[in-house]
């Protein structure tokens, strides 16, 4: 899996390496944005089917099972994050501060 350069999670298959499917990005700013830029990471939740992405403007998180985007949250200086192992929440390192 990866971010697309238009916000939109692309999912491949690994032995083909052909593009399987994109799920929808945010309905608002997303990845690739004048202003956001790209992901610069990503993250898979060790109990559920959530993806989240992240760089330091802007975090967004997926539902693999449903094909959707679930949200979005604008953010600044986000240094690091991560999605919970049940999938129900985003833990991130924003300035000093962490943010569940």
Excluded at 84 to 93: A, H, N
């Amino acid at each position: 899996m990866a971010v697309l350069e238009d916000g939109r999670l692309g999912v491949w298959n690994v032995r083909t390496g052909g593009l399987e499917s994109a799920l929808p990005g945010p309905s608002g700013r997303a990845f690739g944005y004048p202003g956001v830029g790209p992901a610069e990471g990503i993250a898979l939740a060790a109990k559920e089917t959530c993806i989240l992405a992240w760089n330091a403007k802007l975090l967004c998180v997926w539902d693999l099972a449903a094909g959707a985007r679930v949200r979005s949250l604008l953010v600044a200086d986000t240094r690091d994050a991560a999605v919970i192992p049940d999938g129900k929440g985003v833990v991130y390192v924003n300035g000093l501060d962490i943010t569940l």
